[in-house]
């Protein structure tokens, strides 16, 4: 199974890696990724480094298996339908990317991406991360919705009994995982 993993600009980068991580620890699943421009801005400033993401979460996760394309390759096989991502996830989902595949706005690899899962019926999971949500968001990914795309933002529920910050992550990693139909451990389930 090929998956995609797309990381725009919003809050909580890092999200988007831990699901890289525990996506590279399935010995079927292929992964790729594309990290756009203000997600590199919103990963140096909320963690107050210079260091290119990619690089921080290569080394602290020890991603070896994930493959790269830069948002603005246009040509990136994963821009063709004909490469046959089976699923594609954006974690975390700025407003700004949820419009643009809205509008139907293909001018960048991420959105390319989002275009291709849509015009092949494939599964598009968008992880939105803000809060609140403007009516505008909330059309569009109502919309979005109606076109069989998954709405599924990073949402605390208690019946994990989360402890840390890393449960937390796990939980959300596991949500997404399970909305791919991958089996996990990740969290306590609800009994």
């Not at 004909?82 to 960048?108: H, M, R, V």
């Not at 991420?110 to 991360?129: D, G, P, Q």
Request: charged letters at 20%; glycine letters at 4%; proline letters at 3%.
């Amino acid at each position: 199974m090929k998956i995609l993993v797309l990381i725009s600009g919003a809050s909580g980068v890092e999200l988007g890696f831990y699901l890289l991580k525990a996506l590279e620890n399935i010995s079927d699943v292929k992964t790729y990724c594309v990290l756009s421009d203000s997600a590199l801005k919103s990963f140096c400033a909320e963690n107050k480094t210079d260091e290119n993401p990619i690089d921080f979460f290569t080394k602290k996760l020890k991603l070896a298996k994930t493959e790269f394309f830069n948002n603005n390759n246009l040509a990136a096989p994963i821009s063709s339908g004909s490469f046959g991502i089976d699923k594609t996830i954006i974690a975390p989902c700025s407003i700004n990317t949820l419009a643009q595949i809205y509008s139907g706005f293909a001018d960048t690899l991420i959105s390319r991406a989002a275009a291709v899962a849509l015009k092949e019926r494939k599964s598009l999971i968008i992880a939105l991360r803000e809060m609140p949500l403007s009516s505008i968001v909330l059309k569009q990914a109502y919309k979005l919705s109606k076109q069989g795309v998954i709405i599924a933002p990073p949402i605390y529920a208690n019946y994990s009994k989360n402890e840390n910050l890393q449960d937390l992550i796990n939980f959300f990693v596991g949500k997404w995982l399970s909305l791919m139909d991958i089996e996990h451990n990740l969290y306590k389930k609800w009994e």
